[in-house]
């Protein structure tokens, strides 16, 4: 998959993040007839759909009644690889330059320096990281059964897990865990959850023992949490109960780090671009979740459109003369 270089090479395209839109748009640049750089900060390709939860299903991309995140990635990756981009794994980009019209150079934290003739930012929501269970001692647990990510169910058959948190991740959690572990229970500070509403009345029917107001308050082990206890937020009573694992849902901070940097126009944490998807810089263009225009919305089917976008206009950017439409894809020999 991965096609190495020394980066000294002027290509057409940089692509800077390897989620759904940034793989999506390395196949699109290469049906454009680009050559194409993709750079991911992670091990694998896919973004937060592979990072955080590869199990999860999601419903709606069209095409699919149903895809896990993990096959819609290697869906994705196996469409990209038809046009065999260079692909640069575990490299984050520190730096983003404009040396001349048609010349960017991209640098990253392993010493990599990129040419290209135009950029195209999809990074998604940026660097994140999980909030923290903020008890003392919680972090010598993450080793082994405090967990912020799920990424392999078969771990949780039989076993007793606590999930703790309201929004759509725990709910999803514990309806796919339910059916496999020894027992679920979910608990959220609130008596009410944030998550889909379709989501909670599956919750609310399922064998999930739902607690609430109810927040943790101990963990309890040595090397391992063995129980932990639980206190009502109002009446402040405490219970005991015994667990195997504790999943942690609690969302994520997100942050731009060095592309907040770049002399790019930024608005709540987001890049600002027009309806090219281009930047207030000429030649760098954005897509997917890390982008805002009016009437945004953060969906990976929205980012699938922005993706071919912001490639074809930044093909007429690299070649004034190419045609903005490439046609249908149906007409062309691939």
Known sequence: ????????????????????????????????QASVTLIESMPQLGGQLAALYPEKYIYDVAGFPKVTAQELVNNLVQQMNHFNPEVQLEEKVVSLEKKEERHFIVKTDKGGEYHGKAVIITAGVGAFEPRRLELPGADRFEKTNLHYF???LSKFAGRKVLISGGGDSAVDWALMLEPIAEQVTLIHRRDKFRAHEHSVENLLASKVNVVTP???????GEDSITKVTLAHVKTKETQEIEVDDVIVNFGFVSTLGPI??????????????????????????????ITTYPGKLKLIAVGFGEAPTAVNNAKVYVDPDAKLSPGHSSNMKL
């Not at 770049?262 to 954005?286: H, K, L, M």
């Open 214 to 220: 109810t927040e943790i308050t101990e963990l309890h």
């Open 260 to 289: 907040a940097e770049w002399g790019i126009e930024i608005e709540s944490n987001s890049i600002v671009v027009d309806s090219r998807q281009e930047t207030n810089i000429p030649g760098i263009f954005a897509a997917g979740d």
């Open 150 to 152: 799920v990424s392999d």
């Open 1 to 32: 998959m991965t096609v190495q270089s020394t980066g000294a090479e002027l290509r057409d395209l940089i692509i800077i993040g390897g989620g759904p839109a940034g793989i999506f748009a390395a196949f699109y640049g290469g049906m454009r």
